[in-house]
């Protein structure tokens, strides 16, 4: 690279839970850069979840947490070329990625589920990866799959 790596930004943490990971999450939600939006949509979410899980001796916002653990992928396959052949190359995932690539996914999921409002959709879908289920689940395990699959070529990591 020519330039400099630049800063991290420092993010605020959310001001109901005053966690980070809350603003991050709520930063990939946004779009139009309505922030007041996503986090309405966010808040919204939970409480149905909260309502919707009672049996569950966890909070929300816990059971938020453990459902992105659930789709949060270990390994990823890129794209190797060596001697004309391209392969596909597992390779392990550094910290922020993987919590960027699993919360993605889950809205990515959430936005294409069926529903009324985006708070129902999302909070649907936290409950799917909180069961272990539902689409962001199945692409952490269709991911896991292909890697296990071409772990022969572990050796081309660059």
Known sequence: MR???PKKRVLLP???????????????LMQDGKKSVAFRIFYDALDIVDSRMKNE???????W??????????????S??????T??????IRPERKLAIGVKNLILFARK???????????????????EEGGAYKKREDTHRMAEANRAFAHFRF
């Open 14 to 28: 959310d001001p109901k839970f005053n966690d980070t990971m809350v603003t991050r999450f709520v930063n990939d």
């Open 57 to 63: 001796e966890l909070s929300s916002l816990e059971i």
């Open 113 to 131: 589920r069926s529903g009324k409002t985006m708070a129902d959709k999302l909070a649907a879908e936290i409950m799917a990866a909180f069961n």
């Open 87 to 92: 392969f596909q190359v597992p390779m392990e």
């Open 3 to 5: 330039k400099s790596k």
């Open 65 to 78: 947490k453990k459902a992105i653990q659930n789709i949060t992928p270990g390994v990823e396959v890129k």
């Open 80 to 85: 190797r070329r060596v001697g004309g052949s």
